[in-house]
């Protein structure tokens, strides 16, 4: 049996389904995400109709792995894949210092959450969109690739 605490924990994060809106309880969920990687390209800041004012820019990460038979004796190709992703800040203080200080090359930590969406480019077509919403940006290094 687990301790009481741990108990208490537990029936405070999954709750049973209940079809009765007088008990109803909202479940907890986390949606979080942590990259690290560097910045792609310059922020943008982006406003519609004068709310809601944005800082966007990409961050690529790297996954890379050694391909072959003897991956124990560290032989075989080494192989990368580099993924891109659009980070859009939206908190006042953060989107500025974004936008301010976030320069292509750098090497950034980005906490947030995953987003999904929809949008209608020029042509009329139904796009979907996923962005990373950023809620703190920590800079690992102040120049670009410390002018290799």
Do not use: C
Not at 91 to 103: N, S, T
Not at 108 to 122: A, F, L, N, Q
Not at 123 to 130: E, H, S
């Amino acid at each position: 049996m687990l301790p009481r605490p741990v108990l208490q924990v537990l029936q405070r994060l999954v709750r049973p389904i209940s079809t009765d809106t007088a008990t109803l309880v909202l479940e907890r969920s986390l949606n979080r995400v942590q990259l690290l990687g560097r910045v792609g390209q310059d922020p943008v800041m982006r406003q519609a109709d004068g709310k809601n004012p944005v800082t966007i820019f990409s961050l690529a990460t790297n996954e890379m792995w050694r391909s072959g038979e003897s991956e124990a004796f560290q032989s075989g190709d080494i192989s990368q894949k580099t993924t891109w992703h659009r980070v859009s800040v939206f908190r006042p203080g953060l989107r500025d210092v974004a936008y301010q200080y976030v320069k292509r090359g750098a090497r950034i930590y980005v906490e947030g959450k995953i987003d999904y969406g929809e949008y209608t480019d020029k042509n009329n077509v139904k796009r979907q969109a996923t962005t990373i919403i950023a809620d703190n940006i920590i800079f690992l290094s102040d120049t670009v690739r410390e002018k290799a």
